[in-house]
């Protein structure tokens, strides 16, 4: 048999190197004890707390849609937000320039990870939250639509994420972040709070209860809200975000 030897310089193509990417930043967030407690932990503690010890006191029907909300939240900004601040830090996404990656080849493989987590824990929480009393009843059109509420909550999560992480230094972005993380937490996105409709927060905690009761036909207006935060954040993050420290 011959071995060809022959020297291949050129890079992988694009979609490999986006998915390798993407690889790599998904395992150092399940590397990750603290990304994990936000992601996992805070939200499955959450539903057994509301099993538990407030049956009666949190509505049984829309509470495991907020803590939903809350997980695509802590992802799409939390951990996205604390993990870029430090890869900027200690040079990370700085050495990854001298790769054939990217910016832009960065940015997909950070939003295919978030993606694929957001995925895990729609399908584990959901799951949790099943077996241990949620009914919820959705209906086919309210479920793509809350579908949608989710991916340009995510575009809009994403985005503040790399604006935090590229105007401050890290120690302020996991300050910052996780304070942020509080304050909208408790500001429509577990329990809704009718007057902060247009928080992205508040949308996406309201377009998931609205899924939860099957209505017909579903609210559009988190939706609208949502895509609006999306495009602006998105915008801005364009011209903000970097790679260099």
């Known amino acids: 048999m ?22 790599i930043e998904l ?70 320039a001298a790769t054939p990656l990217r910016k832009a080849d960065v940015i997909a493989g950070k939003a295919a990870s978030v993606a694929i ?19 919820p009843e959705p209906t086919p059109a309210g479920t793509l639509i809350a579908l949608l509420d989710i991916a340009f909550a995510l575009i809009t999560f994403a985005s503040w994420a790399l604006i935090l992480a590229s105007l401050l230094k890290a120690e302020l972005v996991l300050a910052v972040g996780n ?8 500001a429509g996105l577990v329990v809704a709070v009718p007057s902060l409709w247009w928080l992205p927060t508040a949308a996406l905690g309201d377009g998931l209860r609205h899924w939860t009761h099957g209505l017909a036909p579903a609210p559009l207006t988190p939706l609208l809200v949502l895509i609006t935060w999306a495009i602006v954040s998105a915008a801005i993050a364009r011209k903000v975000f970097r790679w260099m420290s």
Do not use: M
Request: charged fraction near 10%; glycine fraction near 12%.
């Open 2 to 23: 011959n071995l060809d030897l022959t020297p291949r310089p050129l890079a992988a193509p694009r979609g490999r190197r986006i998915l390798a990417h993407a690889g």
């Open 27 to 96: 395992t150092n967030v399940l590397r990750n004890g603290e990304q994990l407690l936000l992601t996992l932990v805070i939200p499955l503690g959450l539903l057994v707390v509301a099993r538990g010890w407030l049956a009666g006191i949190v509505d049984a029907t829309t509470f495991p849609a907020g803590v939903l909300a809350l997980a695509i939240w802590s992802t799409g900004f939390t951990s996205l937000a604390i993990n870029t601040g430090f890869e900027l830090r200690y040079g990370v996404l700085e050495r990854l």
């Open 117 to 135: 987590i957001a995925a895990g824990q729609l399908l584990l929480i959901g799951g949790a939250a099943i077996a241990l009393w949620w009914r």
């Open 179 to 186: 304070l942020i993380y509080l304050v909208l937490a408790g």
